[in-house]
């Protein structure tokens, strides 16, 4: 079987599979969640040994430690995600949701329902734990999941993927609910896009390059983000022991991830007393600092940031600064350099804060708390699909809600139109 046809037959059999799925019930899906989270713990040793081969990959292809650390699974990570997948039972099933009902002056009954989207595409590069996720959201949604790794973590995915198939097979679910692409085959990817007669969403997850690349030659609808320039803006009336506190976190807590600060404005007014604390403290952490001309002559050892640094999602640590003048020029800046994601600010003024959460078109504002936080397990959505920067259909974290769509189920006692 050549691998379009293999790949086609994949798909042919997700689709069997999510009518399957969709007329299940909760207590079903959630019975088969609660196995595959076990099988995962009950063999974390033997993924763990896969995962290793991929490590010993990513450290010959001299990739850096932020890739690495995000590749990397422990015993403490496979509980975790064991745990998340548990967190998807404990959730409310969005299918079959009412989610509007009313009656027409003909006496039609109107009611619109949520249902499953049908076979989901999940394209994803570095992260294995995006196997176990994206594969309980999607069954507990009603949908049936193609999963395509890339080659970085192709044997922590089998391992993975082997795990939770093997506990699906013995709660009796057909094959297609849960599939793996398992080829490295880079026009694996090319067939899954033209395949438009049976797969119904695509969802990208990793690197811009690779998103764009999916976008572009996709025939099926994409829900994406393409990177994560977060901002954290220090107002003139910020707490600073506050901001502190929260830039520190945003930057160092895991700097791999998109809801990382990239970027931090501080309001001119109070440069000098919160940029030497911070700068220092972030410096202790092994954070490179590139700067203004205004953040260079307040702090020694900082180097001059350019356009580019201000437009780049660093996923590591390195950190931009700008002093700004006003809270208009910091939304100017994340007008321009942002990426729609995620953006922050930190103040005691309120109408200031308000203002930014209004002004801001970012998937998700905070005020006063760390970007961070944007992420469907932190929302309590359970286990996240991924985040969009999208404007239909779904944006920001994306949990179970945002794997269904609706329908309209009408009833009538023989009304025609005139």
Known sequence: MSLKQD????????????RFLGALSSEKKNKAIKAMADSLLNNSQAIIKANKKDIKFANEQKRSSAFIDRLTLSSQ?????????????????PVGKVIKIWRRPNGLNMCKISVPLGVIGIIYESRPNVTSDCAALCLKAGNAVILRGGKESIHSNIAIYKAIFKALTKCGFPEGCISLICTTDRAAVS????LSDHIDLIIPRGGESLIRSVVENSKIPVIKHYKGICHTYIDKYADLNMAEEIAFNAKVQRP???NAMECLLVHKSVAAEFLPRIVKRLKKAKVEIRGCQNTIK???GVKKATNK?????FLDLILAIKIVNSMAEALAHIVK???????AIITDNFPNGMKFLKLVDSACVYLNASTRFTDGNEFGLGAEIGVSTDKLHARGPMGLEELTIYKYMVMG???IRK
């Open 413 to 415: 006692n023989g009304q």
């Open 7 to 18: 790949i086609l037959h994949t798909a042919v059999l997700a689709q069997k599979a999510a």
């Open 337 to 343: 350099y942002g990426s729609k994601h995620s953006d």
């Open 256 to 258: 791999s991830t998109c």
């Open 191 to 194: 067939i899954m896009l033209s």
């Open 298 to 300: 307040l702090v020694k």
């Open 77 to 93: 990570r496979i509980k975790k995600m064991s745990n998340d997948l548990l967190a998807v039972i404990a959730l409310e099933d």
């Open 309 to 313: 640094d201000y437009a780049t999602e």
